[in-house]
């Protein structure tokens, strides 16, 4: 490889930040190129009347994936901002009045259990231990490594892993149920997968490892919130040489000898390979000629993707008590809402919801006497969000956290934003306005993503939630990693 490779990488959320690290690290010439105003996709920032929201992600996951990654470049994540474990890590408002701390302290969430259940806090300690453990094989084995092709999964380690892998194809909600008998607790094990876009029904008992994440690992904030770990990737990668371009929108990326020119609302770019973070079906579909997709129309209309979501950033006078940093309000029968979702598309009348009040941590996010606040209601990709559903579902999602949580929020509003399907789907161009790209349904897991490598269009590869590992930002910046690997590879 000499120094005069080079790479334009499309989409400046984690994957494309993360792979343009990589490949600058490698020694190769990289620019990104970002449709944005700003950096970091999904995790882009709102700020306004001086209030300053994280519009996406807002859960600090797995540490150790941020600290492999900032390690692989000598580097720790608090070189560039510093963590605050969340104590509780959130609390679930259930819709029957009941109140529910989920933290750190493993002896109080034994003893929690056990007065639902008679043995649940033995079922509870059995079930963390052994999620720690598929969490441990998972991460060493199947995600780490990439494994694109059928022939990578058969090898020694996976023929260990095996007979434990079967078993955990079945759907989330038979494992959990093997575990505890009463609902809220099934819920509370259950409600991670929100975060990979599925439903306990249509999602793999492999993701029972998210419960290791979240009761073991921790749920932690960074300093400035999300949108400092977006900062602290950018800067690492301007600190190994990636140029930036926001504001500079990919409209077509055509092959021709020796390379790529990438039309771009900024100008024609030329570079030796291309690195799509944009989301995948977009790329195929929009920036691609036809005989260089992969996948046609069909495939993508017959995918299940993850849900859109209702969000309501809003600034009020006063505090929010009792609502913590993270917060989740439940239906104790949520399946109508999962049904809303993903069988009969249509806004979800008692939804199950998340609340993210970054002002309990964070005194720079909201002006001294005001709280920051955030409501997001997943709902069906591509529902149609007219004004008037927005304003009625707005109103109805305030009444709804007034009668579960105490909190009226109507009348202290100084500072008031929707984002919706729609939303999504300009800003990002997502498919649909899925929030997070395709559910990671059995059929969309593994070699069921679409790959980092394009088969059709030699020197374009992809990164991000549509592929491998998957949906959130850890996973994202491991994508990134192993994009970047195959490009290498094929240098
Ligand atoms: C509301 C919400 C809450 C979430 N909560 C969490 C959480 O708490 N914790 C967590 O870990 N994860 C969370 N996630 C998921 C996580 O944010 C995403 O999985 C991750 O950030 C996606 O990264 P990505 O690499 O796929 O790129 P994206 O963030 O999807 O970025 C892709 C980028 O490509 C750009 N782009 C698109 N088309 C073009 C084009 N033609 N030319 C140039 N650029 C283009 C887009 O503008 C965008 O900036 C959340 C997501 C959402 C939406």
């Known amino acids: 490889m000499s120094r005069q490779d080079s790479v334009i990488v499309v989409g400046g959320g984690f994957g494309g930040l993360s792979s343009a690290c990589y490949l600058a690290d490698a020694g190769l010439d990289v620019t990104l190129l970002e449709k944005n105003e700003q950096l970091g996709g999904r995790a882009s920032r709102l700020e306004a009347d001086g209030f300053r929201f994280d519009m996406g992600p807002s859960w600090y996951l797995m540490p150790d994936v941020f600290e492999r990654f900032f390690g692989q470049f000598d580097r720790e994540p608090t070189e560039y901002y510093e963590l605050e474990r969340l104590d509780p890590h959130y609390r679930i408002f259930f819709k029957d009045g009941d109140r529910v701390d989920v933290t750190g302290d493993r002896e109080e969430m034994y003893d ?97 490892m998210m419960s290791h994440v979240d009761f073991n690992l921790g749920v932690h904030y960074p300093e400035g919130g999300l949108g400092a770990v977006v900062d602290a990737c950018v800067e690492l990668g301007e600190e190994l040489g990636v140029e930036y371009f926001v504001d500079a929108e990919v409209e077509e990326i055509i092959r021709r000898r020796g390379g790529f020119a990438v039309e ?45 979501a209702f969000l309501v950033y809003l600034g009020v006078e006063g505090d929010v008590e009792p609502l913590e940093h993270h917060t989740l309000v439940l239906p104790t029968d949520w399946e109508p809402h999962f049904e809303q979702i993903f069988e009969t598309p249509e806004w979800p009348e008692n939804p199950a919801y998340y609340l993210c009040v970054p002002s309990k941590t964070d005194d720079t996010v909201a002006p001294e006497g005001h709280s920051n606040l955030f409501a997001l209601v997943p709902v069906a990709p591509g529902l149609a969000d007219t004004r008037e559903a927005r304003r009625w579902y707005r109103d109805l999602l305030l009444d709804d956290i007034a009668a579960n949580t105490g909190v009226e929020l109507h009348d202290r509003i100084v500072f008031e934003e929707v984002f919706s399907v729609s939303e999504f789907a300009d800003r990002y161009n997502s498919t649909d306005g899925t929030a997070l790209g395709l559910a990671h349904t059995l059929r969309q897991t593994a070699i069921f993503r679409p790959p980092h490598r394009s088969k059709r269009c030699p020197g374009l590869y992809f990164t991000g939630s549509y592929t491998t590992p998957g949906i959130g930002v850890p996973m994202c910046l491991i994508s990134g990693e192993h994009a970047a690997g195959a490009l290498l590879e094929d240098i």
Do not use: C
């Not at 030796?272 to 000629?289: F, G, I, R």
């Not at 046609?296 to 299940?304: G, K, L, P, Q, V």
């Open 112 to 208: 929690l259990f056990e007065t639902y259940e008679p043995g649940a806090g033995e079922a509870l300690e059995s079930y963390l231990d052994t999620s720690e453990t598929h969490y441990e094989v998972a991460m060493e084995k199947f995600v780490y490594e990439d494994r694109p092709r059928l022939r990578d999964w058969v090898d020694l380690d996976v023929m260990r892993a095996a007979p434990v892998g079967f078993q955990l194809l079945g759907t989330m909600d038979d494992y959990v149920a093997g575990y505890f008998d009463h609902s809220k607790l099934q819920q509370i094990m259950q409600y991670t997968l929100v975060f990979l876009g599925g439903a306990p029904q249509n999602t793999p008992a492999l993701y029972n």
């Open 264 to 308: 771009s609302a900024t100008g024609v770019f030329e570079a030796d390979y291309v690195v799509s973070d944009a989301d995948y079906a977009h790329t195929e579909q929009e920036l691609l000629p036809e005989h260089e997709r992969q996948y046609d129309a069909e495939y993508w209309e017959s995918r299940t993707y993850a849900p859109s």
